[in-house]
């Protein structure tokens, strides 16, 4: 663990991780936009670019909650690692699923 010269061995550790109510507004702001503007684009004609779009806009989301909300800028290497863990598994669960559907034959009907 790093030395930091500021740290007093008798305070909390979270005394020190502590957002600034602009920051955390900001933030809420703009996931609170994203959402309005998600909202607003299914009665958009953008055809087949919609999902992309949609789904583009929920990633910047979720990450903005996770970066600034769960704390994961200031995370230590285990909580990274399990993120980053997490994220890979669900890839590789929707690769597979994927790759069964589009393998699948269908029967006329």
Do not use: E, K
Not at 4 to 12: L, M, T, Y
Not at 13 to 27: E, G, I, N, R, Y
Not at 45 to 51: D, R
Request: glycine share 4%; charged share 10%; proline share 6%.
């Amino acid at each position: 663990m790093a030395h930091d010269p500021h740290h007093n061995p008798g305070d909390p550790p979270t005394l020190h991780d502590v957002d600034t109510v602009s920051s955390v507004v900001t933030v809420y702001a703009v996931v609170l936009a994203l959402a309005v503007v998600n909202i607003l684009l299914t009665f958009a004609a953008l055809g087949p670019m919609a999902l992309p779009v949609q789904l583009g806009i929920g990633a910047v989301q979720a990450c903005l909650v996770a970066w600034y909300w769960m704390h994961m800028r200031r995370g230590d290497t285990a909580v990274t690692l399990s993120a980053f863990t997490t994220l890979f598994f669900m890839f590789i669960f929707f690769v597979l699923v994927l790759a069964d559907v589009l393998t699948r034959w269908r029967a006329a009907i």
